[in-house]
Each structure stands twice: as structure tokens, then as C-alpha cells.
């Protein structure tokens, strides 16, 4: 059996290896990035200077624990190094995003990051993205039209529920549709068809953005550049 968490938490140490004093440093979301931004909190607290752009609400409390500055995009609207998890990723490093919920700040962070590294254990690197179930980001009206959408598109979405049995909100104040598309042939294509849906916010596929794919794997981390 693999140890996962170590695995995590090596690729976490490469990837936090790459900041340097001066960056603006987009903070990923999900327990594999958690990693990182405790890692980077003892690096902080030690004297390197950086300021953070949190991902979610979850990663903003870990990151003002770790007393890591923060800013926004008031603030400026670029970023040096963005570290991020996924939940699935090929070696052309395309991902699937968005498992902890945080995919559509995760994609904004990762479209204005001049490099964004991807932290993954082992078991996320796949052939064919679509064992795990999409995640679709959809205004709240809309979402049985959009799930009715995404079943025409032979996916199988469901709501995604929070503890309680509600419905799991985001940080944006949406909803989540979890779409099980089964291995995509496509995903460039799925990507720019579920974009299209009025009512989608955004989705899990997150393609053309990470430039490194950091992976842990029993006694070290193999790193796929784009
Ligand atoms: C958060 O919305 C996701 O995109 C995460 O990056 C993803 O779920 C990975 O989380 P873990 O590191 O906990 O597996």
C-alpha cells in the first residue's frame, strides 16, 4: 500500500521548494495543498517574504493560522507561482478539479498564475480522465436544467449534498453538480460544450493551465513539465 500522506507531502515540499521571496503565491485547496501551505507558513515564519491568494474561505483560515499575508485581486490581478491539487490528472496534464469545491476560485487563481504546479499523490495520474465524477459549478435557478443537460450529454450529475442532507453551497454561493461522464474521450471538447451551458459558472477540466505535475511516489516525487 502506498503511503499517501507521504506522498502528499513530498510533492508538497518540491513544489514549495520553487517559491521564492517576493512572489505572489496562489494557495491551492484540498488536503494535498494543505500540505504546502503549512509548509509554507514554517517558511513564512522563518523570514521568506511572499504574499498568498487563497483559493476558498477553508484555505484562507489555514493560511492566516500559518500567518501567511494575504492579498486579493484588488490588489493586482497577477500571480507568480500558484500550488494546487487535483483529483485526477493525465501526463499531458489535464486535470479534473474541483472535489473539496473550490474549482471555480482554483480556475480563476490558475488562469492569471504565470506558472501553476500541480501536487498529486500517486494514485490521481490516469490515462483517461473521467473516473471521477466531474464537478460543475452552476448557479443555484439553474440546476436542474443544467443536470438535464449534462444527461443529454450522457453524464450521470447529481447534487452534490453537504452534511444534513441540503445541498453543499460554495464560496461563490452556488451549486455543485458532480457529473459522471465515465473515461472522456474529449476533453477540450467537454470543456468548451458544458461552458456553453447557460447556468454553468464553471467546471472541473482545467486544460492548458497547470505547467508542472508534481508527484509523489514511494521514495520520492517524479515532475512532469508542460
Ligand atoms: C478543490 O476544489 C480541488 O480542486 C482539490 O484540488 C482537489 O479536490 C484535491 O484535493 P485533495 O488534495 O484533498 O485530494
Known sequence: MPDLEREKSDAAARAVAMVQSGMRVG?????TAAYAVKLLGAKVRAGLAITGVPTSERTRALAEAERIPLSDFTQGVSIDLTIDGADEADRQLRLIKGG??????????????KRVVIISDSTKVVDRLGRFPLPVEVVR??????AARLSDLGAKPKLRAA???TPFVTDEGHYILDAGFGAIDDPERLSSVIDGIPGVVGHGLFIGLAHALVIGRAGGVDVIER
Do not use: M
Request: aromatic residues 8%; glycine residues 18%; without cysteine.
Open 27 to 31: 494557495l491551492g485547496t484540498g488536503s
Open 100 to 113: 473539496g469545491g473550490a474549482l471555480l476560485r482554483e480556475k480563476v487563481v490558475a488562469s492569471v498564475s
Open 141 to 146: 435557478f439553474a440546476w436542474p436544467v443544467v
Open 163 to 165: 452534511p444534513g442532507d
